[in-house]
């Protein structure tokens, strides 16, 4: 199926610091959504966006849709331990393609924060 | 509680064994999904489900069946062709799959199976 580039693979940051991921692909979609995964844990969603060029928070964390409907980035402000864990992205394609009703993920960001 | 209730948590297999992964959602969601996730591994889906009595293949699902009889109720059998059954399962759910908040899909806990 149609592929999510998710970026950074893995984050190593410091207690307080700031975070940003991002996700790209070459195709249009019309949702996106982003999730954290606990080790051992089903993805909780973290916030979902329905329209192109939306800006969204939720607590420290802020997403946005791109413009161009092809990209989507999350950002973490003042990172704490509880933060740690798998972020993925996740796209509903707008047309024909991609797997299981266009809904297509990325492969995710690991998250660690350093003491 | 809404929500998506997998179970067993965990679950070990025998070689040559068929098991059964149980999902049930009370969200009214028409769309059920299997993912298998493999460490270090994105998610990879399995088989889903629009509507009762319908199901659609997904990328692996070789070795896989499922059933839906019921709109709350999305159960995977894991055969004993299945090669390297060992990974953590998700079931997943969603309104629909189209525009808006109908998109939104909800994950289950999760579900270890293990080759013993």
């Known amino acids: 199926g149609q592929q999510l580039n998710q970026s950074p693979q893995s984050m190593f940051i410091q207690e307080g610091e700031d975070v940003s991921m991002n996700c790209t692909s070459s195709?249009?979609?019309?949702?996106w959504l982003w999730y954290k995964q606990d080790p051992g844990e089903g993805p909780v969603l973290l916030i979902a966006l329905y329209k192109a060029g939306e800006l969204t928070s939720n607590g420290r964390l802020t997403a946005q849709f791109g413009i161009t409907r092809k990209d989507s980035f999350l950002n973490i402000s003042a990172s704490i331990p509880s933060d740690v864990g798998i972020y993925f992205c996740a796209g509903q394609l707008l047309g024909p393609g991609g797997g299981a009703d266009g809904l297509t993920f990325g492969k995710g960001t690991h998250l660690i924060i350093q003491p | 509680d809404g929500g998506i209730t997998q179970s067993p948590k965990y679950l070990f297999r025998k070689e040559g064994q068929n098991v059964t992964l149980s999902c049930e959602q009370n969200l009214n969601h028409d769309a059920m999904y299997w993912y298998r996730q493999d460490p270090g591994q994105g998610l990879r889906l399995i088989y889903y489900?629009?509507?009762?009595?319908?199901?659609q293949k997904g990328d692996i699902a070789e070795g896989y069946s499922v059933s839906r009889e019921k709109k709350e109720s999305f159960p995977l059998t894991v055969t004993s062709a299945q090669k390297n059954p060992t990974a953590f399962y998700l079931c997943?759910?969603?309104?629909?799959?189209?525009?808006?908040?109908?998109?939104?899909?909800?994950f289950g806990e999760g579900s270890w199976l293990t080759v013993v």
């Open positions: 997943a759910s969603r309104r629909r799959a189209g525009t808006g908040s109908g998109n939104t899909i909800y």
């Open positions: 489900s629009q509507i009762v009595n319908d199901f």
């Open positions: 195709s249009i979609f019309n949702t």
